[in-house]
T-cell receptor, first 111, second 115 residues
Framework: KQEVTQIPAALSVPEGENLVLNCSFTDSAIYNLQWFRQDPGKGLTSLLLIQSSQREQTSGRLNASLDKSSGRSTLYIAASQPGDSATYLCAVKPRDDKIIFGKGTRLHILP | SAVISQKPSRDICQRGTSLTIQCQVDSQVTMMFWYRQQPGQSLTLIATANQGSEATYESGFVIDKFPISRPNLTFSTLTVSNMSPEDSSIYLC????????????FGPGTRLTVL
């Protein structure tokens, strides 16, 4: 059964630093992987989607990588800002099954 | 990307009552889902809302407690019935769509507090 793990559960970094959030999954037979952002009490915003055939995707200061064979993805945030403070969720879509979420990383950017 | 709206955005309800949450999408979508997020937890899938047929419920969720309607390809409702404080959660509507097949989008959520 597919399991998705995100480490660390929480992270605080000073403003301006670059940072990496990690996501691992147990079954490499995935269709795609998505990174989401969730602000407290709100819905999820899709940040990046990586298809299983892709290695990375970039959007502005965000870069997500995918290593399917090792079951790992990273979300890189460059030049962090206080507005980046949120919970970041990783989710994998297995083939022929529904999306599975990790528990998220709570990120706090210190001004 | 699909734009999703939910009503109400939040509500405070009394134990034993029911609340119906509406989800509206700005384009026709095949796959529509309802999730629950309990305080401090990740998302749990309640059911897949099927257009023209009964919803498909995940283990631990039943139709009597969470009846779902899906009258067309842009709209769905989730009712939380006979509520208890344990039902206090954020309820999220989600669809698959957009430029990428199987990319998933979420509504803004409905924050429910049951007293």
């Amino acid at each position: 059964k597919q399991e998705v793990t995100q480490i660390p559960a929480a992270l605080s970094v000073p403003e301006g630093e670059n940072l990496v959030l990690n996501c691992s999954f147990t079954d490499s037979a995935i269709y795609n992987l998505q990174w989401f952002r969730q602000d407290p009490g709100k819905g999820l915003t899709s940040l990046l989607l990586i298809q299983s055939s892709q290695r990375e995707q970039t959007s502005g200061r965000l870069n997500a990588s995918l290593d399917k064979s090792s079951g790992r993805s990273t979300l890189y945030i460059a030049a962090s800002q206080p507005g980046d403070s949120a919970t970041y969720l990783c989710a994998v879509k297995p083939r022929d099954d529904k999306i599975i979420f990790g528990k998220g990383t709570r990120l706090h950017i210190l001004p | 990307s699909a734009v999703i709206s939910q009503k109400p955005s939040r509500d405070i309800c009394q134990r034993g009552t029911s609340l119906t949450i509406q989800c509206q999408v700005d384009s026709q979508v095949t796959m529509m889902f309802w999730y629950r997020q309990q305080p401090g937890q990740s998302l749990t899938l309640i059911a897949t809302a099927n257009q023209g047929s009964e919803a498909t419920y995940e283990s631990g969720f039943v139709i009597d407690k969470f009846p779902i309607s899906r009258p067309n390809l842009t709209f769905s409702t989730l009712t939380v019935s006979n509520m208890s404080p344990e039902d206090s959660s954020i309820y999220l509507c989600s669809v698959e769509g957009g430029n990428h097949i199987n990319e998933q989008f979420f509504g803004p959520g409905t924050r429910l507090t049951v007293l």
